[in-house]
């Protein structure tokens, strides 16, 4: 028996176009004093990244060729194919790279190799939907002699920030950031330096503030005003808004907010003309606020949810849905007096006609830091099988 460790060096999470460095090590677990301990053999051990795509058969109509053709090899054990006794398609991949040939492992020896590879910065971020789903994966596959071949799965989690792709970094070292004291190869460099990009156009993005008034009315007149000082925002910040209802003319009884994406396929891919919207909803504040002249909410953008994006198939879209009720009536009959005496009680009244009104307001959501998502990733960085 051999055991097979594969441990990502950084985390579960990774910005397209950063590199995935991953360290895999074959173990002989047997102590060399076992009566049964004898050398382990593997003739090969090859590693890949690749992304498989799954569609809601009910929800999206893929063409006929969207599929492809299987491939004849595919049954076949011995041959190293990533995304073997997976649902859906494989839509991207990088070139498969082999670690070794011909390993032999006395007891309770242990190698390790290292894997490294850029991720394609043009394909689409990890996300799960309700009609798509996108999933990485790093697949290690390592095969006996005369033996089928075992596959071990990383699954990592990619977010793709537009504007990396076509950013060129300075040809002479003298003028490109890097600190002295330290040797870097140039892979690494280049890649610490795509982080620090990244991190430096999230935070100029999402550092702008501009006041964003809103009167919010309905066909009765005015109910108050939202304010809002930003409308793009990164994963893991708050949504922050205040109401003012002391200037409007209808008295609003409750409101909600809710921060929601919604996931729409686009119209060549629909499996009817016409198909509603996904929604989801990831963030709610609710209030009652009758004789209420301020109020204000915050909602924070949950680290694992998924930054919007669009493709050829399927587009994720953030929002604010607000929804107000307001009095039917006059202010002065919201309230009736309880009694005569000079000290005078107030109590509210049983029943009151309402109306009910709703708003959107689209926001934009980018991705974060790699490292921060990786603390509340749902992946391991380590994974393991024996074989």
Same mark, same amino acid.
């Given at each position: 028996?051999?055991?097979?460790?594969?441990?990502?060096?950084?985390?579960? &999470?990774?910005?397209?176009?950063?590199?995935?460095?991953? $360290?895999?090590?074959?173990?002989?677990?047997?102590?060399?004093?076992?009566?049964?301990? %004898?050398?382990?053999?593997?003739?090969?051990?090859?590693?890949?990244?690749?992304?498989?795509? #799954?569609?809601?058969?009910?929800?999206?109509?893929?063409?006929?060729?969207?599929?492809?053709?299987?491939?004849?090899?595919?049954?076949? /054990?011995? +041959?190293?194919?990533?995304?073997?006794?997976?649902?859906?398609?494989?839509?991207?991949?990088?070139?498969?790279?082999?670690?070794?040939?011909?390993?032999?492992?006395?007891?309770? /020896?242990?190698?390790?190799?290292?894997?490294?590879?850029?991720?394609? &910065?043009?394909?689409?971020?990890?996300?799960?939907?309700?009609? &798509?789903?996108?999933?990485?994966?790093?697949? =290690?596959?390592?095969?006996? $002699?005369?033996?089928? =071949?075992?596959?071990?799965?990383?699954?990592?989690? $990619?977010?793709?920030?537009?504007?990396?792709?076509?950013?060129?970094?300075? @040809?002479?070292?003298?003028?490109?950031?890097?600190?002295?004291?330290?040797?870097?190869?140039?892979?690494?460099?280049?890649?610490?330096?795509?982080?620090?990009?990244?991190?430096?156009?999230?935070?100029?993005?999402? %550092?702008?503030?501009?006041?964003?008034?809103?009167?919010?009315?309905?066909?009765?007149?005015?109910?108050?005003?939202?304010?809002?000082?930003?409308?793009?925002?990164?994963?893991? !910040?708050? $949504?922050?808004?205040?109401?003012?209802?002391?200037?409007?003319?209808?008295?609003?009884?409750?409101?909600?907010?809710?921060? @929601?994406? !919604? !996931?729409?396929?686009?119209?060549?891919?629909?499996?009817?003309?016409? @198909?509603?919207?996904?929604? %989801?909803?990831?963030?709610? #504040?609710?209030?009652?606020?009758?004789?209420?002249?301020?109020?204000?909410?915050?909602?924070? &953008?949950?680290?694992?949810?998924?930054?919007?994006?669009?493709?050829?198939?399927?587009?994720?879209?953030?929002?604010?849905?607000?929804?107000?009720?307001?009095?039917?009536?006059?202010?002065?009959?919201?309230?009736?007096?309880?009694?005569?005496?000079?000290?005078?009680?107030?109590?509210?009244?049983? @029943? =009151?006609?309402?109306?009910?009104?709703?708003?959107?307001?689209?926001?934009?959501?980018?991705?974060?830091?790699?490292?921060?998502?990786?603390? +509340?990733?749902?992946?391991?960085?380590?994974?393991?099988?024996? =074989?």
């Amino acid at each position: 028996m051999i055991e097979v460790l594969a441990k990502l060096g950084r985390g579960p &999470v990774f910005l397209a176009g950063e590199l995935l460095e991953c $360290v895999i090590t074959f173990t002989n677990p047997l102590s060399a004093s076992s009566t049964s301990a %004898s050398s382990e053999m593997l003739a090969w051990a090859s590693a890949q990244i690749h992304c498989q795509f #799954h569609a809601s058969e009910g929800r999206v109509a893929l063409p006929p060729s969207a599929g492809g053709k299987p491939d004849v090899q595919a049954e076949n /054990e011995t +041959v190293f194919v990533p995304n073997r006794g997976e649902r859906g398609q494989c839509i991207l991949s990088t070139p498969p790279k082999i670690l070794f040939c011909d390993l032999r492992l006395d007891p309770g /020896e242990s190698k390790s190799y290292s894997y490294c590879e850029t991720l394609p &910065v043009d394909g689409p971020p990890s996300f799960r939907g309700q009609s &798509v789903k996108y999933v990485y994966k790093l697949t =290690i596959g390592c095969q006996r $002699v005369n033996s089928p =071949i075992k596959l071990l799965r990383v699954p990592f989690r $990619v977010l793709v920030l537009h504007g990396l792709k076509d950013y060129q970094f300075p @040809q002479d070292e003298a003028v490109a950031p890097s600190n002295p004291f330290l040797e870097e190869e140039e892979g690494l460099k280049k890649d610490s330096r795509l982080a620090d990009l990244a991190t430096e156009l999230l935070m100029v993005a999402t %550092s702008r503030r501009s006041l964003h008034l809103y009167n919010i009315s309905n066909t009765r007149g005015k109910v108050g005003t939202f304010c809002i000082f930003k409308t793009v925002y990164k994963i893991g !910040e708050d $949504v922050i808004g205040t109401f003012n209802f002391s200037e409007g003319d209808i008295p609003c009884l409750q409101y909600s907010v809710s921060l @929601q994406t !919604e !996931e729409s396929i686009q119209e060549e891919f629909q499996r009817r003309r016409g @198909q509603p919207v996904s929604y %989801s909803t990831h963030a709610r #504040h609710q209030e009652a606020c009758l004789h209420t002249a301020q109020s204000s909410f915050s909602l924070p &953008v949950p680290l694992g949810s998924t930054p919007g994006f669009s493709t050829n198939i399927v587009s994720l879209k953030w929002r604010l849905h607000f929804e107000f009720v307001t009095s039917g009536e006059s202010a002065g009959t919201c309230v009736v007096r309880g009694g005569q005496s000079e000290a005078v009680t107030w109590t509210g009244v049983e @029943q =009151i006609n309402v109306d009910t009104f709703s708003w959107d307001l689209p926001i934009k959501v980018l991705p974060t830091n790699p490292i921060l998502a990786s603390y +509340v990733s749902q992946f391991s960085s380590t994974n393991s099988i024996s =074989i």
